[in-house]
């Protein structure tokens, strides 16, 4: 989402580097683009005000003026700033000290607040949590059936004693005998009879602010007490999200906002505006269309890949997330053996990478990907599944001895999974230099152009100072075996002056060992 504002910036910094020292005039100029950058990202203009004359005031400094790399002053001010405007620190959801927790959904219609419930039940079920969803949401034409199947995927039970609206034509007025104020606490008490400790309640939503809405709202905040109420807004709506929020506040009021659809194209100036607006933090973000692309929102981290620095922390905690620290210790120990890297080692650890999401959101995650942004957009996740079906498509003897890939079995592959001969071809070159990387590892050669990586857990430890050198080849050895041998024991008599036998480095190899005796005078120091 960020794609464009973050492009702006980065080319501002890099325009400022080939500076020594910066100037009033450099300063001003720089603003002045962080400040058009900003306006064309939407963000609200009370927010670029601020945020811009804390960027100057703080670039003007003496400490910037004097710094021996001013440029680096510079962007660093303005990641602290971000992360200002952002929210500051993280701050996590608030659990009830006596359960039932329960976290009011507030927001638009449209916004995203019935997928959100089964993707924070889904996260807070995976936190060790018992959650419940409630479906006050009586309004929206099949709202509450809409709820159930996300709860279903979620694997978390929903509160529905009432089936809400089932016409597509009439989505304001609520159904006869519908109550969404009595579903709301009779959820509750369900909750607490069960012993359920999070209750999430989906409320209902308009396409614009409405009273009436509002007003059912707050009936519902009234009735539940709830521990939280989140705000849920579409990232991509722009200054309208921000007028929405302010009207939010002050006729229900909440305690956090959620953003949904962080994954769109939009420019995004609703997340850089939202909490600087209300005072209200952001506690999750919804990165995708699976229950499972829900974030906590980390301000600092937000702040990082929109400067084109990374979030290398996000992305450590996805892989541990999905990856089986067994099955990872197992490859190591394996290559550490000298075992060779196969095919059906591959498919597991690409199986892993599936699990922790989109290959091409965790790329963007690096830093400095930003410079190569055209090509990460024309990745296409679906490789990845190519890939896999080739490998699916090979017998077990094929993925532990690629070498075996005649032609013939080349084609019945490409058949198989659906992809040309040219494919697989390639797939096996990469997989050769890939395997080829895994031996050099294994004997402790470290990755290729990256000295001193060490050996591979389980290859055994190095020996420690300079190795030995290897031990000097004689010359003009006799292929006669007796011959051979009457060679080598002549060179032993020239260097140790003693015929011993192989292996005696002292001379005492063949010879019976002599009794010792201590001189004569010495014996008290053996008291």
């Known amino acids: ?245 302010r009207a939010f506040a002050d006729g229900v009021g909440f305690t956090g906002v959620v953003l949904s659809k962080l994954d769109g194209d939009a420019r995004g100036g609703a997340a850089l505006s939202v909490t600087q607006v209300t005072g209200a933090p952001v506690l999750f973000a919804s990165t995708g269309e699976k229950l499972a692309d829900l974030e906590v929102f980390h301000p600092d981290r937000m702040a990082a890949r929109i400067l084109d620095m990374g979030d290398v922390l996000t992305l450590i905690e996805q892989a541990e997330r999905a990856f089986d620290a067994q099955q990872t210790e197992e490859l190591a120990e394996k290559i550490g053996k000298g075992e060779d890297f196969t095919l059906a080692d591959f498919l597991v650890q690409l199986q892993q990478v599936r699990k922790a999401g989109s290959l091409k959101k965790m790329l963007g995650m690096l830093p400095g990907m930003g410079q190569m942004r055209e090509a990460l957009d024309a990745f296409d996740d679906r490789e990845v599944d190519r890939v896999e079906a080739i490998i699916n498509s090979m017998t077990p003897g094929e993925r532990l001895n690629p070498k075996i890939l005649n032609g013939s079995r080349r084609s019945r592959i490409a058949a198989g999974s659906g992809t040309r001969v040219a494919e697989i071809n390639d797939l096996m070159t990469r997989f050769d230099a890939a395997q080829t990387m895994m031996r050099q590892m294994a004997r402790g050669g470290g990755m290729p152009g990256m000295p001193g990586m060490g050996r591979m857990p389980g290859s055994g430890k190095k020996a420690k100072g300079r190795s030995a050198p290897p031990p000097k080849r004689t010359k003009g050895r006799s292929g006669n075996p007796a011959k051979r041998a009457e060679q080598e024991r002549a060179a032993r008599t020239r260097t140790t002056g003693t015929t011993s036998a192989p292996g005696s480095a002292f001379g005492l190899g063949a010879e019976p060992e002599q009794p010792f005796t201590v001189p004569e005078g010495l014996e008290k120091y053996l008291r």
Not at 43 to 55: K, Q
Not at 62 to 72: H, I
Not at 189 to 216: F, I, N, P, S, W
């Open 1 to 245: 989402m960020f794609a464009t504002l973050s492009d702006r910036l980065t080319a501002t910094f890099r325009n400022l580097r080939s500076r020594g020292r910066l100037s009033e005039a450099d300063v001003d100029a720089t603003v002045r683009e962080i400040r058009r950058a900003l306006l064309d990202a939407d963000v609200a203009l009370p927010v670029v005000r601020s945020f811009t004359g804390a960027v100057r005031e703080r670039a003007l400094s003496a400490a910037v003026s004097q710094a021996l790399n001013p440029a680096e002053q510079v962007v660093k001010i303005v990641y602290d700033e971000l992360v200002t405007v952002l929210g500051g620190a993280t701050r996590e959801l608030r659990f009830a000290k006596n359960p039932p927790t329960v976290v009011l959904l507030a927001g638009l219609q449209g916004a995203g607040k019935t997928t959100l419930a089964g993707k924070l039940a889904l996260w807070l079920r995976d936190a060790g949590h018992t959650p419940m969803l409630v479906a006050a949401d009586l309004q929206r034409p099949n709202a509450v059936t809409q709820l159930q199947v996300v709860g279903e995927q979620a694997g978390v039970p929903v509160f529905a004693p009432h089936p809400g609206n089932q016409s597509a034509y009439d989505d304001d007025v609520l159904p006869t005998g519908a109550d969404p104020v009595a579903v709301a606490r009779a959820g509750v008490a369900q909750a607490r009879e069960k012993l359920y400790d999070v209750v999430v309640v989906d409320t209902a939503g308009r396409l614009g602010v409405d009273e009436q809405m509002m007003a059912q709202a707050a009936a519902i905040r009234d009735a539940t007490s709830p521990d939280e109420v989140l705000f849920v807004v579409d990232a991509m709506s722009g200054q309208d999200a921000v007028t929405t929020a």
